[in-house]
Nanobody, 122 residues
Framework: VQLQASGGGLVQAGDSLRLSCAAS????????MGWFRQAPGKEREFVAA????????YYADSVKGRFTISRDNSKNTVYLQMNSLKPEDTAVYYC????????????????WGQGTQVTVSS
């Protein structure tokens, strides 16, 4: 399994960014895709998750209403649309995938992308 995250950058507070995570290496119909982030000196934390099949989405309280996770099965790509960005959203963002149920802890995920830096200036 390979995950390739992209789309990070330097933006101002209130701006938007869209992250992408392209997955390859197998059929992902039974998998879950998650986005996590890690700020300097902090633990990696859950941001959002979606199943490759189904429509239900899951969000951390800190991003609910501002971030939207979606997928394009034809491209094996998952997106994280981030609106109304805040300085506290600054982190390296990672996509990850696992089989089975949605989980909120990083150690539950089997495969990880390389991370993309998001920096939000005030």
């Amino acid at each position: 399994v390979q995950l390739q995250a992209s789309g990070g950058g330097l933006v101002q507070a209130g701006d938007s960014l869209r992250l992408s995570c392209a997955a390859s290496g197998r059929t992902f119909s039974s998998y879950v895709m998650g986005w996590f982030r890690q700020a300097p000196g902090k633990e990696r934390e859950f941001v959002a998750a979606i199943r490759w099949s189904g429509i239900r989405t899951y969000y951390a309280d800190s991003v609910k209403g501002r971030f939207t996770i979606s997928r394009d099965n034809s491209k094996n790509t998952v997106y994280l649309q981030m609106n109304s960005l805040k300085p506290e959203d600054t982190a390296v963002y990672y996509c990850a995938t696992k089989q089975g149920s949605i989980e909120y802890y990083a150690h539950e995920y089997e495969y990880w992308g390389q991370g993309t830096q998001v920096t939000v200036s005030s």
